[in-house]
């Protein structure tokens, strides 16, 4: 797994060549507001390589890798009112079993399609979809967009108006291990609003965009990631170098370890994308900064022009300035209309009374609707379900956010030995034994004698415990846990060795972190590692000896140990 090169940290381009004095994981702990610099790829086959794995990244951490059985949506449509130039109707779509996703749909009057259609969530605003102010219209965009010529179809976020079977908070330590949050939840009913605009017959399903602004925006960029189907798009106020989004559905554990917000807006490219802006939040730097870095990535394709920007003097929003230069710059791209053209100046316009608006205003969820405890159950069933088969190396690895380093640094003093990957700055101590060859490697064992060993030190044991603060309500979307940083050392420390069949040999709980460092090694692995008695791989076994978020979704210990021999 290659490096990311896209994090700026504190420690310099030449400090990171060398053994560091301090290790970077406690030095360096990334968090919302690190600044990161914009990512450079000299090739557009060295970033596809990397877009591939950000995908894979994405998708895992959402715990849709694999994604779910698509079940049948269910689709209802009914309210239909007619207003000058558009309809609004009511929607309710089953977008898993039991789970109720809200919205509206708006679509032309008196034109004749099919019509480019739009899923656009609404972002953190008070009233959800709902939300009518100066600073951020739904109903406005939509309207609007509806009048221009597009069918538009605007949903909740999980929590929000109709959808309110799962609250919009953070979710536990067992929810993590499956992989199951409000990004995910939020990412697969995006998925499944985009599958509802290819049922309906008046939409070409050959031009399907997304826009939202805010956390809507952030649904978007996760959208267009994994979804090739969003031809075109405008996130709004959220591509940032310096913040990247702070709510729980905009994060969850791993999804921005060794990438941000700029790698992952840039695999829309080279498809076209409207990066819009404001003077007054985390975007204020998009024009000397990340519209730059995205033409970079654009220019890869040779498609630089189909990434543009529009620069807002306001605060956070969504407003009428900002809704204007998406719609003419959707009028050019997918309407191939004159976007200078009144057609697509924003004309006034009169938002439904709630009640007109509200799937389940009057109504009650469908019988079979469950609460969130339901929710979680099913998740977890189906993803034993999927787990089923044959143990997948590749999920485990992504769990682990495990790297096999290109090279690994070295500092020998006599018997004591100090390893770093190359480019990361970490520290691994050790102390080398000479023998007969092939050498072992010991953690929290004795080095056998008459033959070659090195013993290492992992992450925060013994001499290696140092202050690392893990405060931030996000630690885990940027940061490894503790854990998993043991295993990267074992596997660090096997890629020092560099040989095959090498004996691992551990004891205690540094048994649990071998066997997890043996699935995912690429060479072979000779292991003498006994598990403690107490260790079963159950869910409150990885939650109280051993947290890898997202292990059980990928598997969990019966995966692990059937890699591991």
Not at 186 to 204: C, G, M, N
Not at 396 to 404: T, V
Request: proline share 7%; with cysteine; glycine share 8%.
């Amino acid at each position: 797994m290659r490096i990311a090169t896209s994090l700026l940290v504190s420690i310099s381009y030449a400090a990171l060549a060398q053994v560091p004095a301090e290790d970077s994981r406690n030095v360096t702990v990334i968090s919302l507001d690190t600044h990161f610099s914009p990512p450079v790829f000299k090739t557009r086959a060295e970033w596809e390589t990397r877009a591939a794995h950000l995908r894979k990244q994405i998708q895992f951490a959402a715990g849709l890798l694999p994604m779910p059985a698509k079940q049948p949506l269910g689709v209802q449509i009914f309210g239909r009112l007619e207003r000058k130039g558009y309809t609004v109707e009511k929607v309710l779509l089953e977008t898993m079993p039991g789970f109720y996703l809200g919205g509206n749909l708006y679509r032309p009057l008196g034109r004749s399609g099919p019509f480019p259609g739009i899923v656009s969530p609404h972002g953190h605003w008070a009233y959800g979809r709902l939300e009518n102010t100066s600073i951020a219209s739904v109903p406005g965009r939509s309207i609007n967009l509806a009048r221009q010529g597009y069918i538009v179809f605007t949903y909740d976020m999980v929590g929000y108006d109709d959808t309110m079977q799962m609250p919009h908070v953070a979710t536990g330590k067992r929810e993590q291990l499956w992989g199951f949050g409000l990004l995910g939840m939020q990412l697969w009913d995006s998925i499944r609003a985009v599958d509802f605009l290819e049922t309906l017959p008046d939409v070409d399903r050959a031009r399907i965009g997304a826009t939202g602004a805010s956390g809507g925006a952030t649904q978007i960029l996760m959208l267009q990631a994994t979804d090739d189907r969003i031809k075109f798009s405008s996130p709004v106020n959220m591509i940032s170098s310096i913040y990247q989004g702070g709510s729980p559905c905009e994060n969850a554990p791993l999804l921005r370890i060794g990438t941000n917000n700029m790698e992952i807006g840039a695999l829309m490219a080279p498809r076209p994308m409207l990066m819009v802006s404001t003077t007054q939040d985390w975007t204020k730097n998009t024009p000397r900064i990340e519209f730059p870095a995205m033409q970079a990535m654009y220019r890869l394709y040779d498609k630089e022009v189909n990434v543009q920007t529009h620069e807002v003097d306001a605060p956070h929003n969504y407003n009428r300035e900002s809704r204007e230069a998406v719609y003419r710059f959707f009028a050019k791209t997918v309407l191939h209309a004159d976007p200078r053209s009144q057609d697509f100046v924003e004309e006034g316009f009169t938002p439904e009374r709630p009640n007109n608006l509200l799937a389940l205003f009057n109504r009650t969820l469908p019988s079979n609707a469950l609460n969130y405890p339901q929710i979680v159950d099913q998740w977890v069933l189906n993803a034993q379900k999927q787990n089923a088969g044959a143990p997948d190396r590749e999920r485990i690895r992504l769990a682990l956010a495990a790297d096999w380093p290109e090279k690994v640094l070295e500092q020998r003093t006599g018997d004591q030995v100090v390893l770093s990957r190359a480019g990361v700055g970490d520290r691994v101590s050790g102390i080398w034994h000479d023998g007969a060859k092939p050498a072992a490697l010991i953690i929290d064992a004795e080095p056998p004698g008459g033959q070659a060993s090195l013993k290492i030190t992992v992450f925060q044991t013994g001499a290696a415990v140092a202050p690392r603060n893990r405060s931030d309500a996000m630690f885990l979307t940027f940061n490894k846990t503790d854990d998993a940083e043991r295993v990267q050392d074992i596997l660090t420390a096997l890629r020092w060795l560099n040989q095959d069949s090498t004996k691992l040999t551990c004891r205690g709980q540094a048994a649990i972190w071998c066997t997890l460092a043996a699935s995912v090694s690429p060479k072979k692995v000779v292991l003498d590692a006994p598990v403690p008695a107490s260790f079963k791989g159950s869910d409150q076994d990885w939650i109280e000896q051993c947290f890898i978020p997202s292990i059980q979704r990928a598997g969990g210990w019966p995966a692990v140990l059937g890699l591991a021999k």
